[in-house]
């Protein structure tokens, strides 16, 4: 199940303590458990009706969860397991971003559509990415695996796998990877 690996990367930022406690306590973990128990209905192949009926209820849930937590995650967003959300407020994710397994995001991200014509669209953001503080990536691009987004950067091209971007407009500074963020 993805929500127990989310789980697991919370206890291991945390010195791998009682579940109970970082349920009480996370507010990224409260924003995941709900996003991930919709995105299962969403996902599911319930009656038309009864689906309907309960991702109302959905929007309900997460609108809570958004007022309370600052974290926007629609239950149509694609999440892979383990998501860390390191601080809570300010976190808004499009309803069609694509985000990999393992990945962290800081406060302040933005996930977002931008672009014109043929090149609007949404981020595809791959596996073991670390989303620093306030950073936006926008746009149809895609982010490679084990990239770094530095905090305050402004992605709207492509990034390769196993680099750190920073900077408006974001730009490769380095060949380092994610490796010492995840």
Not at 15 to 34: C, E, H, P
Not at 53 to 64: A, E, N, R, S, T
Not at 133 to 138: P, S
Request: net charge positive; aromatic share 8%.
């Amino acid at each position: 199940m993805k929500f127990s690996k989310d789980i697991n990367r919370y206890r291991e930022y945390s010195d791998r303590k009682n579940v109970l406690f970082l349920l009480f306590t996370q507010q990224g973990l409260w924003a995941l458990f709900y996003y991930r128990v919709f995105n299962a209905i969403y996902r599911s192949k319930l009656p038309g009706l009864l689906k309907k009926l309960l991702l109302v209820i959905g929007v309900l849930f997460q609108k809570k969860v958004e007022i309370l937590t600052g974290i926007t995650l629609p239950y149509s967003t694609q999440i892979g397991e383990g998501l860390y959300i390191g601080h809570h407020s300010g976190i808004i994710v499009n309803a069609n971003a694509v985000i990999g397994s393992n990945c962290n995001i800081s406060q302040g991200v933005t996930i977002g559509v931008s672009g014109r014509g043929d090149q609007r669209g949404v981020p595809i953001i791959g596996n073991r990415v670390y989303i620093g503080v306030n950073a936006v990536i926008a746009g149809r691009i895609t982010v490679g695996d084990a990239a770094v987004i530095a905090a305050n950067s402004l992605v709207t091209r492509n990034v390769d796998s196993h680099t750190t971007v920073m900077g408006v407009p974001a730009v490769q500074v380095s060949d380092n990877d994610s490796r010492d963020y995840i």
